[in-house]
C-alpha cells in the first residue's frame, strides 16, 4: 500500500496586527489543501490573545484547517485555546511541563512540540503526549538548521515512531528532499508569505511538488 501523501502546515509570521493578516490567511487557507495552520502571536495578556484569534480563526478554520496557536509570552496557552476555539497549541521543546499542558489540554486539543534540539527531547516530547514534532524550523534568531540534520532526524523520526512528524521548508525547491523523509506534513513559512505571487499561487506549487516527489516512490 502507497504511503499516504504528505499535507502542508503553514508557519505564520509574529502578527502584530490581527484585522490586517487576515486576508493573508484567508488566502492560503482557501486553497483546501493546508492541513493546519500554526498561528504565532506576540506577547500579550490571555483576553488579548484570545480576541486577536477569534478575529483570525475564521479564515483559517472555515476553510477546514487546524488551528494551532504559540505566542512568545508566558499566557496559559490551554486556557487561550478553549476560550478562543483553537484546535490545539504549540509549544517549546525543554521550556513547559509537557506532561502538564498534555493534561490541561485533555484529549480536545492538539499539542504540538518544536525546537527540538535532540533525539532524547524528542523521545521525552512524544512520551509526554505530543500530537506532533516539528523540526528544522527557524531559531529565536532566525538562523536555520543545516538540511542535512533536518532530513536525518525526521527520516529517524518517520521510520520509527507512530506521532507525526512535521519538518519545515525554508524554501519550496527542498519540499521534494524533505517529503523522502516520509513526514506526515511539510511546513512552510516565508516560503508561502513571501512568495512572489502570493500564498495563493505558493501552495498550489508546493503541493505539486508533494506530488511530483511521491511518484517517483
Same mark, same amino acid.
Given at each position: 500500500?502507497?504511503?499516504?501523501?504528505?499535507?502542508?502546515?503553514?508557519?505564520? &509570521?509574529?502578527?502584530?496586527? =490581527?484585522?490586517? *493578516?487576515? &486576508? +493573508?490567511?484567508?488566502? =492560503?487557507?482557501?486553497?483546501?489543501d493546508v492541513a493546519a495552520l500554526l498561528l504565532r502571536l506576540p506577547k500579550a495578556d490571555e483576553r488579548t490573545l484570545v480576541n486577536q484569534i477569534k478575529i483570525l480563526a475564521p479564515p483559517v478554520q472555515d476553510h477546514g484547517t487546524a488551528l494551532i496557536i504559540a505566542s512568545a509570552g508566558e499566557a496559559d496557552l490551554a486556557l487561550v485555546a478553549g476560550r478562543a476555539?483553537?484546535?490545539?497549541?504549540?509549544?517549546?521543546s525543554g521550556q513547559?511541563?509537557?506532561?502538564?499542558? +498534555?493534561q490541561h489540554l485533555k484529549s480536545e486539543r492538539a499539542m504540538g512540540v518544536g525546537a527540538i534540539r535532540s533525539k532524547d527531547e524528542a523521545m521525552?516530547?512524544?512520551?509526554?503526549?505530543?500530537?506532533?514534532?516539528?523540526?528544522?524550523? /527557524? +531559531?529565536?534568531?532566525d538562523s536555520l538548521p543545516s538540511l542535512e540534520s533536518v532530513v536525518e532526524r525526521a527520516?529517524?523520526?518517520? #521510520?520509527? *515512531?507512530?506521532?507525526p512528524?512535521?519538518?519545515?521548508? &525554508?524554501?519550496?525547491?527542498?519540499? /521534494?528532499?524533505?517529503?523522502?523523509? +516520509?513526514? #506526515? *506534513?511539510? =511546513?512552510?513559512g516565508d516560503a508561502v508569505w513571501s512568495h512572489a505571487d502570493g500564498p495563493a499561487k505558493a501552495i498550489p506549487a508546493a503541493i505539486a511538488l508533494i506530488g511530483e516527489r511521491e511518484a517517483l516512490d
Open positions: 500500500m502507497a504511503e499516504p501523501a504528505a499535507r502542508l502546515y503553514l508557519i505564520t &509570521p509574529v502578527v502584530e496586527d =490581527a484585522a490586517a *493578516f487576515a &486576508p +493573508r490567511l484567508a488566502e =492560503a487557507c482557501a486553497t483546501g476555539g483553537a484546535d490545539g497549541v504549540h509549544v517549546t513547559t511541563d509537557l506532561k502538564d499542558l +498534555r521525552t516530547a512524544g512520551e509526554a503526549g505530543a500530537d506532533y514534532l516539528l523540526f528544522g524550523e /527557524p +531559531r529565536a534568531d527520516t529517524w523520526w518517520a #521510520e520509527i *515512531f507512530e506521532t512528524c512535521v519538518v519545515y521548508a &525554508p524554501s519550496l525547491e527542498v519540499i /521534494p528532499e524533505l517529503v523522502a523523509t +516520509r513526514a #506526515e *506534513f511539510i =511546513a512552510l
